[in-house]
């Protein structure tokens, strides 16, 4: 066979034995193959109604999926598309099925209890498709994670065995797990690939163990070729998971099948995973994967930007990697927030007081602490930061550069040690140059000081936002 769509009546003869004949009769006997697209991971195939796309969707989805991925493994993403002319008429059979939905619901669950429905078929991976090499950007931050990860595709389970990639959140280690996933399913159609957070994987080994299909549940994970466990850690403390966990990782490990982890935490510093797991997990490769600096992250923002078509200038770019100092997903929360926004002003260009309202909105419900300044291409200079600050203590600026301790006087120092750090990016030394050639040591606690009044002082926060008007206005 030659052509794609020769496999078609093969997935209809597959899941005529899945599916009763009624409803094979009324929800598949119509639905048409159209194309595989994206190296064969999507397909797209014909349904006569939405209603009839609704209901595999939400009934059929997982007879429907193995079957297709009996014959087109590396499909992941099903697209369906509705026959125009048909999509009015709704098929006679369905309408009466309609009316039996209930029934068929309660069949489908008797169903359901019977086979194990919580292991998903051979040939689903649950990797998604959104998760390739192509779209991970690599910065200094993740780049050994991401060329050990290439090696581990191109030498599956000799080179890094087992590979182990630790972070805080939102660093990229889902996303990196799955395109090693991807990629191997792509080189390797035929292999047997899954993808599991550990939380699943914990559930699984439950549910097996009250349906009393413990053996089941072991020949179905020591069939796997290659193991990609998300979020170890969650196992920490399960200690039947971790004990039937680290028989597989025995029996995986043996017969060179590749083993990938990830966890929040190194090996080592996970409380609670017994030692004798914790010694397999650096048998192999431990790599972490770094909080991106200023530079990282520009360049992320920049991949992004460009991939979802939102228009920013170089000043915007950097203003969010500088107040996004946390982690990725917080940059893409952030963009889609932008994308947004533009979306919702079509014709009217994406001004700076956007972005800052944006930035300071999300900034109040999330962890970043970068400081959101409203200096985006205006200039600004040493000299309009200390009057806005003379301005809002009432003082003069010889006050500021003299030697008066008096606390008032002293504060306002502080504020402006703080403004030309975070606003001008000056160093420590040269700051205290322009403040009357005081220590830079001195200038340094003045900064750290104000960075904790900020969080904790509400009428510190107050004197900050009016200065920073002052400064706008300036
Ligand atoms: P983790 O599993 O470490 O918590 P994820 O893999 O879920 O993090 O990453 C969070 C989000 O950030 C995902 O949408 C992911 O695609 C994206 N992401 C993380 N690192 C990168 C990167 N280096 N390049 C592109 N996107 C990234
Ligand atoms: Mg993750």
């Known amino acids: 066979m030659s052509v794609t769509s020769d496999y078609w009546p093969l997935v209809l003869d597959s899941l005529k034995e899945k599916v009763s004949s009624s409803n094979f009769k009324a929800w598949f006997s119509r639905v048409e193959f159209v194309s595989t697209t994206n190296r064969g991971r999507k397909i797209t195939v014909a349904v006569p109604s939405d209603f ?17 991925n009996k014959f087109y493994p590396q499909v992941i993403h099903i697209e369906y598309e509705v026959s125009k002319e048909e999509q009015e008429e709704m098929a006679p059979v369905q309408q009466i099925l309609t009316l039996e939905e209930s029934e068929l619901e309660k069949m489908q669950q008797k169903e359901e209890k019977k086979d194990s429905s919580y292991l998903p078929g051979k040939s689903i991976s649950n990797l998604n498709p959104k998760y390739t090499f192509d779209n991970f950007v690599i910065t200094r931050s993740n780049e050994l994670v991401a060329n050990v990860a290439n090696g581990v595709v191109k030498q599956l389970g000799t080179l890094y065995n087992p590979l182990f990639i ?83 990782f025995n029996e ?53 930007v460009e991939r979802m078509e939102i228009l920013l200038n170089e000043n915007q770019i950097e203003k969010i990697a500088k107040v996004i100092d946390t982690n990725v997903r917080e940059i893409e929360g952030v963009l889609n927030k932008i994308k947004a926004s533009m979306q919702m002003i079509p014709g ?26 409203n200096n985006l291409g205006a200039p600004i200079n040493p000299d309009k930061i200390l009057q806005a600050v003379c301005k809002l203590f009432t003082l ?79």
């Open 52 to 68: 009839n796309k609704k209901y595999i969707e939400k009934k059929l989805s997982k007879e429907f999926r193995e079957s297709i």
């Open 166 to 248: 630790h972070s805080s959140v939102g660093l990229g280690k889902t996303h990196l797990l799955q395109a090693v996933g991807g990629a191997v399913a792509e080189q390797n159609p035929s292999l047997n690939i899954k993808y599991l957070p550990a939380e699943t994987f914990v559930n699984q080994f439950i549910l097996s163990l009250q349906k009393k299909e413990a053996a089941k549940f072991r020949e179905y994970y020591n069939s796997v070729d290659v193991l990609l466990i998300d979020d170890i850690q969650f196992i920490a403390g399960k200690e039947s998971t971790q004990q039937i966990f680290f028989h597989l």
């Open 252 to 304: 995986l490990h043996q017969q060179n099948k590749q083993i990938i982890i990830t966890s929040d935490k190194p090996p080592k510093e996970i409380l609670g995973m017994e030692e004798r797991l914790v010694s397999r997990f650096e048998w192999g490769m431990v790599v972490d994967i770094l909080k991106p600096d200023f530079e990282d992250r520009v360049a992320i923002i920049k991949d992004k």
């Open 348 to 373: 009217r260009d994406f001004t700076n007081d956007d972005l800052i309202k944006i930035l300071e909105g999300y900034q109040a419900l999330n962890g970043a602490t970068g400081y959101v300044s």
């Open 396 to 474: 003069q600026k010889s006050d500021i550069l003299g030697s008066s301790r008096q606390k008032d006087i002293a504060l306002a120092r502080q504020l402006t040690c703080w403004f030309y750090k975070n606003e001008l990016d000056l160093s420590y030394p040269v700051i205290g140059k322009l403040l009357g050639g005081r220590d830079h040591t001195t200038i340094m606690h003045g900064c750290k000081k104000v960075d904790k009044l900020r969080e904790t002082d509400q009428k510190m926060k107050e004197k900050i936002q009016l200065a920073k008007k002052f400064l706008q206005d300036s």
